[in-house]
T-cell receptor, first 113, second 115 residues
Framework: GDSVTQMEGPVTLSEEAFLTINCTYTATGYPSLFWYVQYPGEGLQLLLKATKADDKGSNKGFEATYRKETTSFHLEKGSVQVSDSAVYFCALRSSNSGYALNFGKGTSLLVTP | NAGVTQTPKFQVLKTGQSMTLQCAQDMNHNSMYWYRQDPGMGLRLIYYSASEGTTDKGEVPNGYNVSRLNKREFSLRLESAAPSQTSVYFC??????????????FGPGTRLTVL
């Protein structure tokens, strides 16, 4: 079945460092891919999405490119801020289960001043 | 526009007790979902409702029941709570269509502890 694998955390970075969180997927067809962010004590918010191969999703300085050849959707940001500290989830939208999302296990990011 | 709301925010139960988690959305979405979030496990789908009047099992349905009361509301019931059901529960909703970019909107979660 469909699945998502993302890098284990926690990831600790200094402010203004470069961020990469790796995400690879297994799916039939061409699923839509998403990154969600969860700030402490809150629900999940959509960070960015890509719906087809070579699409680049971007938001708030974060970017991810849908790479069909490597089945990847890595999240990147050039200069992280303390306010980016959160848990990041990679997800794919399955055509099964009423278009529910299959999530990776999440990567916790802590940015220190 | 409140989005997706969930009640309660916190709950402590004893083993064997029952309770219902409430979820409502005001975005006129067709589909609604219940997920549970456990440390190191990401979010896993419990049940979903693709449209009013329909419900289906997700990845981890055992020990739960759901009711799609109307288009707005989707409740999750634990008939006899077990410690393994200690988790954070999230409700989500989205527009249903073949369009691939339909975003799911999440509620703030219910933190449930079963002793």
């Amino acid at each position: 079945g469909d699945s998502v694998t993302q890098m284990e955390g926690p990831v600790t970075l200094s402010e203004e460092a470069f961020l990469t969180i790796n995400c690879t997927y297994t799916a039939t067809g061409y699923p839509s891919l998403f990154w969600y962010v969860q700030y402490p004590g809150e629900g999940l918010q959509l960070l960015l999405k890509a719906t087809k191969a070579d699409d680049k999703g971007s938001n708030k300085g974060f970017e991810a490119t849908y790479r069909k050849e490597t089945t990847s959707f890595h999240l990147e940001k050039g200069s992280v801020q303390v306010s980016d500290s959160a848990v990041y989830f990679c997800a794919l939208r399955s055509s099964n289960s009423g278009y529910a999302l299959n999530f990776g296990k999440g990567t916790s990011l802590l940015v220190t001043p | 526009n409140a989005g997706v709301t969930q009640t309660p925010k916190f709950q402590v139960l004893k083993t064997g007790q029952s309770m219902t988690l409430q979820c409502a959305q005001d975005m006129n979405h067709n589909s609604m979902y219940w997920y549970r979030q456990d440390p190191g496990m990401g979010l896993r789908l419990i049940y979903y409702s693709a449209s009013e009047g329909t419900t289906d099992k997700g990845e981890v349905p055992n020990g739960y029941n759901v009711s799609r009361l109307n288009k707005r509301e989707f409740s999750l019931r634990l008939e006899s709570a077990a410690p393994s059901q200690t988790s954070v529960y999230f409700c989500a909703s989205s527009v249903t269509s073949g369009l691939s970019y339909n975003e799911q909107f999440f509620g703030p979660g219910t933190r449930l502890t079963v002793l």
